[in-house]
């Protein structure tokens, strides 16, 4: 298995509360993915990183935000959890980009009340 | 953006016989097409991808299969084991980033 942890594993939150979500991965791969995925929906991209402070908006990025200071670590934050946030949070790590490989962590699962 | 659609959402096969899931895309750039399965309480992992200039490709007893022209894509799986069940997921990538698109999902499930 490729080297990507996501931290926490489990989280219950209330609304209006930050939150932040942790991606780590031991392979130096450039590039890191956050997805959502929701029953019906399958993966959704919130946000992609490209290189150290690189990143970009994906198809759902509406209430997140990413950064990137180090290779190895891409941090998810929603700056004030919404009911509608609830969801499984996968990180992902390619090589080469989108079109190669992605290699995805175990997944946090979010309760927003 | 791009927009996939994926069917059957569930599909329920006897040990040893064939599966198959199919996917349709909208967006003509697309060029690569992956193929994750994941299993309960786990990431996806890439089990098969095959690209526009390739009209079929097969591993073992997974194969997957490209028609450009009418924007359709399948996943094959033959003599289906109980491991084989799980959720599958295929995409349509553009060069464009962030302009592609997961499908709902496929649940199998491979019974004795």
Same mark, same amino acid.
């Given at each position: 298995?490729?080297?990507? /942890? ?5 989280? !219950?939150?209330? $609304?209006? /509360?930050?939150? $932040? ?5 031991? =392979? ?6 956050? &997805? ?8 959704? #991209?919130?946000?992609?990183? &490209?290189?150290?402070?690189? +990143? ?9 935000? !990413?950064?990137?200071?180090?290779? =190895?670590?891409?941090?998810? +934050?929603?700056?004030?959890? +919404?009911?509608?946030?609830?969801? !499984? &949070? ?9 079109? =190669? $490989? ?5 997944? $946090?699962?979010?309760?927003? #009340? | ?17 064939? *599966? ?8 003509? *750039?697309?060029?690569? @097409? ?8 786990? %990431? ?18 997974? *194969? ?33 980033? %962030?302009? @592609?698109?997961?499908? *709902? %999902? ?7």
């Amino acid at each position: 298995d490729a080297g990507i /942890t996501q931290s926490p594993r489990h989280k !219950v939150t209330e $609304t209006g /509360t930050p939150v $932040t979500l942790r991606c780590h991965q031991t =392979e130096n791969h450039r590039y890191m993915y956050w &997805y959502r995925q929701d029953p019906g929906h399958g993966l959704r #991209l919130i946000h992609y990183s &490209y290189g150290v402070k690189d +990143t970009d908006k994906g198809e759902v990025s509406d209430g997140y935000s !990413v950064s990137r200071s180090k290779t =190895e670590d891409f941090l998810l +934050t929603l700056e004030s959890a +919404t009911s509608s946030q609830t969801s !499984v &949070y996968f990180c992902a790590i390619s090589d080469r980009g989108v079109k =190669e $490989t992605q290699y995805f962590g175990p997944g $946090t699962r979010l309760l927003v #009340l | 953006g791009e927009n996939v659609e994926q069917h059957p959402s569930t599909l329920s096969v006897q040990e040893g016989d064939s *599966a198959v899931i199919k996917c349709t895309y909208s967006d003509s *750039a697309s060029n690569y @097409f992956p193929w994750y399965k994941q299993e309960l309480g786990k %990431g996806p992992q890439l089990i098969i991808d095959i690209r526009s200039n390739v009209g079929e490709k097969k591993d073992q007893r997974i *194969a997957v299969t490209l028609n450009k022209t009418a924007k359709h894509f399948s996943l094959h799986i033959t003599e289906t084991q109980p491991e084989d069940s799980a959720v599958y997921f295929c995409a349509a990538i553009t060069d464009s980033w %962030g302009k @592609f698109q997961f499908g *709902a %999902g496929t649940q199998v499930v491979v019974t004795p």
